[in-house]
C-alpha cells in the first residue's frame, strides 16, 4: 500500500461547479496535512493546511479530514480556468516524514 | 519577503557528467529540504537539513548524489556521475523552524536537469 494515495486524473469539471480532489493515506498517527498546487513547469505553491477534523475554508478551498478514516479532501468552489493544475496531497506522517502523493491533474473547462 | 532562490533554472549534460545545484532559502527558515520529481509524480524527498545537521537522507542514493549546507544557510546538490535516470525537476523547499507551521513547506523554482 502507498503512503498517500490520490485519486487518479485527470479530473474535468466546468467552469463554476464544485472540484472534489480526495486523499487517503497509511499512517494512522498522521498529524499535519497539507495541499499544494503546482501550474505546469512551475514549483508546488502551498495552498492549505489542516491539522484537526472537521472543514477548513479560505476563500473559495475548503479543506476536510477525516483521520478516522485516514482520509483528507479538497473542495474548490466556484472553480475557474485559473484552477487547472495538478494538487499535490502532503502528509506529516508520525515518523515526521512529510510524504507527498502523485498528485491529481485538474482541469476546469470554460 | 524573498523567496526561495535555486540556481541554474535548467541544466543538460551528458551521462557520467557531474553538476550541482544551489539553493537559498527564506531568511529565517532553519529547515531545508532537497527533493527529486520524475514528470508525472509527487516530489520525492532526497534529503532534510535542520541548521547544519541532515535529518533524513534515507532516500539519498549516496553513492552519486551528495549534499551539503554550510552555515546553516545555502545548500548545494551534487551528483556525480549522473545517469540517465536522474532527469527530472530538482526542487528545493524551506520551512519556519518552530510551532505549527514547521512543516508548511515553500519551494523555489526549481532545477530541470536533463541527462544525455
Known amino acids: 500500500q502507498k503512503e498517500v494515495e490520490q485519486n487518479s486524473g485527470p479530473l474535468s469539471v466546468p467552469e463554476g461547479a464544485i472540484a472534489s480532489l480526495n486523499c487517503t493515506y497509511s499512517?494512522?498517527?498522521?498529524?499535519?496535512f497539507f495541499w499544494y498546487r503546482q501550474y505546469s513547469g512551475k514549483s508546488p505553491e502551498l495552498i492549505m493546511s489542516i491539522y484537526s477534523n472537521g472543514d477548513k475554508e479560505d476563500g473559495r478551498f475548503t479543506a476536510q479530514l477525516n483521520k478516522a478514516s485516514q482520509y483528507v479532501s479538497l473542495l474548490i468552489r466556484d472553480s475557474q480556468p485559473s484552477d487547472s493544475a495538478t494538487y499535490l496531497c502532503a502528509v506529516k506522517t508520525s515518523y515526521d516524514k512529510v510524504i507527498f502523493g502523485p498528485g491529481t491533474s485538474l482541469s476546469v473547462i470554460p | 519577503e524573498a523567496g526561495v532562490a535555486q540556481s541554474p533554472r535548467y541544466k543538460i549534460i551528458e551521462k557520467r557528467q557531474s553538476v550541482a545545484f544551489w539553493c537559498n532559502p527564506i531568511s529565517g527558515h532553519a529547515t531545508l529540504y532537497w527533493y527529486q520529481q520524475i514528470l508525472g509524480q509527487g516530489p520525492k524527498l532526497l534529503i532534510q537539513?535542520?541548521?547544519?545537521?541532515?535529518?533524513?537522507d534515507s532516500q539519498l542514493p549516496k553513492d552519486r548524489f551528495s549534499a551539503e549546507r554550510l552555515k546553516g544557510v545555502d545548500s548545494t546538490l551534487k551528483i556525480q556521475p549522473a545517469k540517465l535516470e536522474d532527469s527530472a525537476v530538482y526542487l528545493c523547499a524551506s520551512s519556519f523552524p518552530g510551532g505549527v507551521a514547521v512543516y508548511e513547506q515553500y519551494f523555489g523554482p526549481g532545477t530541470r536537469l536533463t541527462v544525455t
Open positions: 537539513f535542520q541548521n547544519n545537521g541532515v535529518v533524513d
Open positions: 499512517d494512522r498517527g498522521s498529524q499535519s
